[in-house]
């Protein structure tokens, strides 16, 4: 075990140098850097001229490069050209924004999912099996931004049943103590901070889980269907379990081996839709941060850290799924 | 046996994560005023939707409108504008007076006026803030100070620098002495940017200490979490997980008094989502509203308050193409735009034709300039008088951006696109996106023929409009030896006798649309601004400057 992390860690490093110097180059080759995006319609030559200097930009590519890397060795990712804070700073205030909504988002996905497809696949060819197939379908192939603006214009206009955006309302004035909102209100004990925090969660987090939703029920359906088909489920009924123990025992246990493959595969479709449901709630987190980086301003440190990060969390996300293989199907040996 | 097992183990995990959690209930402080904040004399809370984040509170270091916003909350400049005009009046200085060289001038400041730190604002501390923009060292700061530069045109030690001291004369006048005389003065020092700050704060929180990092930089204490002035309000913070600014009431304001305790500036990127929540309620004001939104707005009871217009889109001819050098086909390109149709059509609510590159509230707007009301076979006439029949244009218009003067350009391009069709022009457009392409594109390299594009005034003087567009060569307009006109604004911007200097401007504005047009002035368009019904008092600035102390919330 300990060599696989180990070797899977090697992975992930070269991985992540290879995608540094991809990205760099990749960003320097497009139209329109930073100096323009910062200074506007105002600037004089000489400003674009000190300005160009004071970033380094007037140096040939490869001193930038070797910098660069030296930097990130470091663990220096540089400062924001936005907001001139260390990236580190700002990419730690929306990480725990996107980490909040994407566990909502996939505490739905998994609790509402399994059991849905658990179900749809006991009552096959039935009611509920087709109606939970044609829900997937909606659920599958509406566009996210749209079922944000949809719902936003249902429950935020007309009814005012939950805000319309942010993570907390205006002048809230809550203590900010790890970044997950929610929780800081339970450990400060501000519990209308939290309760708040959690009512602006509900419909970012509903829009983003639909995908993973209605991937995780299909899933299931189909693998718990594969699953009552084999031999080993008739040999627990013939040698007279109890249903409920061959249900937890043997049919949902093996049943879940893919499930957890897919919902380690919809990290990243999470990560790209946090980008959607995060402009669409004005949300504040790696999405935003993404957004923004690239538009306008062409904030080239922010930039490369993220996607550095989500590289990394894809990996590792990947690694522990595999992992868990292991945990859930002995007869698995992960190498 | 092994079901137990389990059992205990997840009893085990459930009872380590109880105690966890209480213990860390236990650790985390929380951090709220326990002083009541919300009295019940209490003016309340105004809160409004910015359209951006900020980069920094000190104002020399920066250019921008949402920066801008709080800063002037903060800080007040020696002249300002009377609300809601673009007309100057005293600001920290009672009165202000210029001597016949044009190159000194004497502000007489108001008396017993202290900055939020206490310390007081007196004509020491006003020189110590041109000193310090004057002085600023490194590349890193001098590179941020874009206003000063353009202004003031360098630094210590450049021969271009237009500043040359500051005599405190006595504690309320402060004489501040150029090299030169420059037009832009004295609209130039309302400018948000020359706001004048506390120099004991700026010492203690290192203001102009900008370090580099890699391949940018960071601001101060002072910048960030310190900003000192002599505003309205305070500085409360700036909460980045949340986007909010929280400006206080600013209770020994030499002014008048904000009329609410707080002010939150929450920052809405989404022109969408900052609808939607002016319509839920939880903000009062959002700025810029999309045109399409404004009648909607308007019907369900919300404020749309229009700021009279202070911008100017036009349409931008570059003459490296011979065809457009002459004269005749620049005149039947304006012939053949119907721009009252497209102000009708595309126009945000209050938008008007332009006949000239400033409004009409600027210095030296002449009331009688040549006019090309729409006439396609006037443009037709004139084509084949240039022998320039069968003429094809590339026509270069920004994607990715709307701007005040510019909230659609898209459709703006197809309306002027197929005016100059009907008139027998071939249009080619070109579509590239704001930055990374179109600024680049049009700015630098002059690969278009013709091009929309526009401008917001940052002060009252016609230097600022036509000065910015024709007072020098520019690769966007193709022309660099109209030396005729370059001269013609260079003198009138050099008139030191204002009244000399409105004939000036007027007969340059003649010439403009008469002699040389360069481009043609599409339209003025104000951008608007929209608050929910219980918002008294604020009033819309055509700088888009406004000062938030006159505004009160009702219940």
């Given amino acids: ?335 | 046996m092994r079901a137990s097992g389990k059992g205990l183990r997840s009893a085990l995990a459930a009872g380590t994560i109880a105690v966890l959690t209480i213990g860390a209930a236990g650790c985390a402080e929380s951090d709220r005023d326990n002083g009541g904040g919300e009295g019940s004399a209490s003016g309340g809370t105004f809160i409004f939707a910015g359209a951006g984040d900020p980069k920094n509170f000190d104002p020399i270091f920066n250019d921008d409108g949402e920066s801008f916003r709080p800063i002037r909350q903060m800080y007040d400049t020696l002249i300002t504008h009377k609300p809601g005009t673009a007309e100057l009046t005293g600001g920290l200085a009672e009165s202000w007076e210029n001597d016949a060289s044009g190159k000194v001038w004497t502000f007489k400041l108001r008396q017993g006026v202290k900055f939020h730190d206490g310390s007081p604002l007196d004509a020491a501390a006003v020189c110590a803030n041109f000193d310090r923009w004057f002085n600023m060292k490194g590349e890193a700061a001098q590179s941020q100070m874009i206003y000063y530069q353009d202004v003031f045109g360098g630094f210590a030690g450049s021969k271009d620098a237009v500043y040359d001291n500051c005599k405190a004369q006595d504690a309320s006048t402060a004489v501040v002495t150029m090299t030169r005389y420059k037009g832009a003065f004295p609209g130039a020092f309302t400018l948000t940017a020359f706001s004048i700050a506390s120099p004991t704060a700026m010492k203690q929180y290192d203001s102009d200490t900008v370090t580099q990092n890699g391949d940018s930089f960071s601001y101060s204490a002072f910048a960030n979490e310190h900003p000192t002035g002599t505003g309205a309000f305070t500085f409360g913070g700036w909460n980045k997980a949340t986007g909010e600014i929280t400006l206080n009431k600013n209770a020994d304001y030499w002014g008048d008094k904000a009329k609410v305790d707080k002010m939150i500036i929450k920052i809405i990127k989404d022109e969408n989502t900052r609808k939607q929540e002016l319509r839920a309620g939880t903000v009062q004001a959002i700025d810029y509203p999309a045109p399409a939104d404004r009648k909607a707005l308007a019907d369900e009871g919300y404020k749309v308050l229009d700021r009279p217009a202070f911008n100017i889109l036009y349409l931008g001819i570059n003459q490296k193409n011979p065809k457009l050098k002459d004269l005749r086909v620049r005149q039947a390109i304006a012939y053949a735009l119907n721009r009252a149709q497209l102000v009708q059509t595309k126009g945000p609510g209050g938008a008007a034709v332009a006949d000239e590159f400033l409004p009409n509230t600027v210095l030296g707007y002449a009331q009688d300039v040549q006019k090309y009301e729409y006439n396609v076979d006037k443009a037709k006439q004139l084509l084949s008088e240039a022998g320039a029949t069968g003429l094809t244009l590339n026509f270069y218009y920004p994607t990715e951006v709307t701007r005040p003067y510019m909230p659609n350009p898209q459709e703006i391009f197809t309306v002027l696109a197929n005016d100059l069709q009907a008139a027998g022009i071939k249009v080619n457009g070109v579509p590239r996106p704001w930055n990374g392409g179109f600024k680049d594109d049009v700015q630098q390299f002059g690969k278009q023929d013709l091009h929309i594009l526009g401008w917001t005034g940052d002060y009252n003087d016609p230097g600022n409009f036509v000065g910015t567009f024709f007072g020098r060569g520019k690769v966007e307009f193709g022309d660099q030896a109209m030396t005729e006109m370059f001269d013609a604004i260079g003198k009138a911007d050099a008139t030191v006798d204002q009244a000399a200097k409105k004939t000036a401007f007027e007969q340059v504005n003649r010439d403009l649309a008469a002699k040389w047009l360069p481009a043609v002035p599409i339209w003025h368009a104000p951008p608007a601004l929209a608050t929910t019904k219980n918002v008294e008092g604020l009033v819309p600035s055509p700088l888009t400057a406004e000062e938030f102390n006159t505004v009160s919330v009702t219940k």
């Fill in chain 1, 1 to 335: 075990m300990l060599r696989v992390i180990s070797r899977r860690l090697v992975q992930l490093v070269v991985t992540l140098l290879a995608l540094m110097t991809l990205v760099f180059f990749w960003l320097r080759s497009l139209p329109g850097g930073p100096v323009d995006a910062l200074l506007g319609e105002r600037a004089t030559p000489q400003t674009r001229e000190l300005l160009t200097r004071a970033l380094g930009y007037d140096q040939p590519i490869w001193v930038q490069y070797g910098r660069f890397l030296k930097n990130v060795v470091t663990g220096n990712f540089g400062n924001s050209i936005r907001t001139g804070e260390p990236v580190t700073e700002v990419i730690s205030r929306a990480f725990p924004a996107t980490v909040e909504l994407a566990v909502a988002a996939i505490i739905i996905a998994i609790g509402l999912g399994v059991p849905l497809g658990y179900l749809a696949a006991r009552h096959r060819g039935r009611l509920l099996d087709n109606a939970t197939i044609i829900v997937t379908l909606v659920g599958i192939s509406i566009p996210i931004f749209f079922l944000g603006y949809l719902l936003k214009d249902w429950l935020t206009q007309g009814l005012h049943l939950f805000p319309p955006s942010g993570r907390i309302s205006t002048g809230m004035d809550n203590t900010d103590v790890t970044g997950f909102f929610v929780l800081d209100g339970l450990l400060t004990r501000e519990l209308d901070a939290s309760a708040d925090a959690l009512w602006h969660l509900v419909l970012p987090a509903v829009t983003l889980a639909t995908i993973p939703l209605a991937i995780i029920i299909r899933i299931t359906r189909a693998s718990v269907l594969d699953v009552l088909d084999e031999d080993y489920i008739r040999t627990a009924d013939a040698k007279g379990l109890r249903n409920p123990t061959i249900r937890k025992r043997h049919v949902l246990r093996n049943a879940l081996l893919p499930v957890v493959t897919i919902i380690g595969l919809q990290t990243g479709a999470l990560l790209a839709g946090a980008v959607l449901t995060e402009k669409v709630y004005n949300w504040g987190g790696l999405g935003t941060l993404i957004t923004d980086s690239i538009g306008g301003s062409r904030d080239y440190p922010v930039l490369q850290a993220l996607i550095l990060l989500a590289a990394a969390v894809f990996v590792v996300v990947n690694l522990l799924v595999d992992l868990s293989y292991a945990v859930i199907d002995p007869r698995v040996r992960v190498r």
